[in-house]
């Protein structure tokens, strides 16, 4: 499966930004979908996943109650809802696939996905 993350810009803070993960080459509802950043000097980390059954969803706690994840299975993709941000948000963010299924409250690593789309810049001024 190829991944394209879209959607990212420069806004201000407490605006919000819906970033896209767009799947081709696969069926999008038999993949786990994972949202990773990257800031400048920093490691990646894990943001959202959303489960391949069940829809279910987990977050990372600096963003938890701010960001939401839909998954459009029709049209395979999976967006990431960013609300509320925060100058700290600035980041590269990529979405990642995966065939397995995590347990609900296991947070991921990038090493648990096999598949991942270019990074789409977000950043948020002050």
């Known amino acids: 499966v190829q991944l394209q993350a879209s959607g990212g810009g420069l806004v201000q803070a407490g605006a919000s930004l819906r970033l896209s993960c767009t799947a081709s080459g696969g069926t999008f509802s038999l993949y786990t979908v994972g949202w990773f950043r990257q800031a400048p000097g920093k490691e990646r980390e894990f943001v959202a996943v959303?489960?391949?059954?069940?829809?279910?969803?987990s977050f990372a706690d600096s963003v938890k109650g701010r960001f939401t994840i839909q998954r459009g299975n029709a049209k395979n993709t999976v967006d990431l809802q960013m609300n509320s941000l925060k100058p700290e948000d600035t980041a590269v963010y990529y979405c990642?696939?995966?065939?397995?299924?995590?347990?609900?409250?296991?947070?991921?690593?990038?090493?648990?996905?096999?598949?991942w789309g270019q990074g789409t810049q977000v950043t948020v001024s002050s």
């Open positions: 990642a696939a995966t065939r397995r299924r995590f347990s609900t409250g296991y947070y991921p690593n990038g090493d648990d996905f096999a598949y």
């Open positions: 959303n489960s391949r059954a069940g829809g279910i969803s």
